[in-house]
């Protein structure tokens, strides 16, 4: 890796690409890197994604991280929260999640951590997860790779994996669309049955560091390194997107 290239920033690098070829959709983004990535996809390769602040409004130009088109930013639309649904459902929107557990098969928890009637952590809730992954692509964004969120199954599904997908009778996940999974280590993918598998290595990571944080046995034959940024990508995260830095809070390198 660069010297002056931090961890964060290829992982930013990596998120951005997954909105690559997006065209015209709604970028739904949860976490500071998943945000900061949208907007970069935005200025460089993906200028059709289209971008909210989180809230209400549509923006052409897009608040402060963190805040929302009372901040600043320039206002093109609106999309109030019962339109989403439509949006949803018509699949013209590109999710990335985080994930408190995922298994080797994509499935992902966010619900809760131990068994149901006595849990030991009650997380967020399953929120959007079944309908993100019944109805449009969704990726999964983990900041901190670990055996505790790869694991061998997951407490609760709430974002459905592939196994479950290709098991279902009816033709209603015909939709279902997982991409990819990035990680502060590493950018993950699925092979022909579904199954994580590894496509890059961040710089100065290795096979045996990805291996040993995760819960299941995983193929990190022959990936390649995750590709650098552009001078001109890092100038638009460090001067135009980030100024301010909040993506190293995300990512320790």
Avoid at 175 to 180: A, E, R
Avoid at 187 to 195: I, K, M, N, Q, T
Avoid at 227 to 242: F, G
Wanted: overall charge negative; charged content about 25%; aromatic content about 6%.
């Amino acid at each position: 890796m660069s010297d002056d290239v931090t961890r964060a920033e290829i992982c930013v690098i990596a998120c951005a690409d997954a909105w690559r070829g997006a065209g015209e959709v709604l970028a739904h983004a949860v976490g500071t890197v998943p945000t900061i990535s949208a907007r970069l996809a935005r200025l460089t390769h993906s200028p059709d994604l289209v971008l909210t602040d989180g809230e209400a409004f549509l923006m052409s130009e897009p608040p402060p991280l963190g805040g929302t088109a009372a901040t600043g930013g320039q206002i093109e639309g609106w999309a109030p929260f019962r339109a989403i649904f439509d949006i949803l459902n018509s699949g013209r929107r590109q999710s990335m999640m985080g994930a408190s557990q995922i298994d080797r098969y994509g499935n992902q928890n966010i619900s809760l951590i131990g068994d149901w009637d006595r849990p030991k952590r009650q997380l967020i809730g399953a929120r959007g997860a079944p309908g993100n992954t019944v109805n449009h692509r969704t990726d999964y964004w983990v900041s901190r790779h670990s055996a505790k969120v790869f694991v061998e199954h997951v407490d609760v599904v709430c974002g459905v994996g592939n196994d479950r997908a290709r098991a279902h009778p009816s033709g209603s996940l015909k939709y279902h669309d997982l991409g990819v999974v990035v990680t502060n280590l590493a950018v993950l993918g699925y092979d022909a049955d579904g199954r994580l598998e590894v496509r890059s290595l961040h710089p100065d990571v290795t096979a045996e560091e990805v291996k040993a944080n995760t819960g299941f046995p995983i193929d990190c034959s022959d990936a390649p390194p995750t590709r650098q940024p552009t001078p001109d990508e890092l100038r638009l995260i460090r001067a135009v997107i980030d100024p301010e830095g909040l993506r190293d809070r995300e990512v320790r390198g």
